[in-house]
């Protein structure tokens, strides 16, 4: 009984609901840990000018259950999942990147293309990624008389 709900979940959520569950568990997580425990602001003066961290911490949070519900829609219905899991990393590498240019944190550049490489561009590419199965290698026939 048990192996065939598992089994059922993973055939509802296919490849591109597993990675979108993965995602949106983990900036629901990051983003709870900022609220529990907000940590230093450095670089992120653009959005700490308009609220405090903890309240910046929520667009993840919302962001990423977002993207944990669409795990389980058809492939289609999916892409809000991928835009608001695109959204708290853009707008982080944006603080960062407004933060090189105004001379207030100059590693922010390499946090910038951080959140720019590991998070927007495997989110944009996962978003490409087809749902149907590569098809099985066919199987090698035994040799005749052998």
Known sequence: MKCRAVRRLRKQLGRRGHFLL?????????????????????GLGLLTRNAPLHCWA??????????TLSAFLKVGRDRFGFIAALVP??????SYLAAVISGDYSRGAWVAVWYLTSHVGVI????????????NAPRARRAEGG
């Open 22 to 42: 993965i995602l949106g568990l983990g900036k629901t997580c990051w983003g709870a840990g900022m609220i529990v425990d907000p940590p230093q602001s450095a």
């Open 58 to 67: 929520w667009l993840w949070v919302i962001a990423g259950l977002i993207t």
């Open 124 to 135: 944009m590419w996962a978003a490409t990624v087809p749902e149907h199965s590569v098809p």
């Open 89 to 94: 990393p853009a707008v982080w590498a944006i």
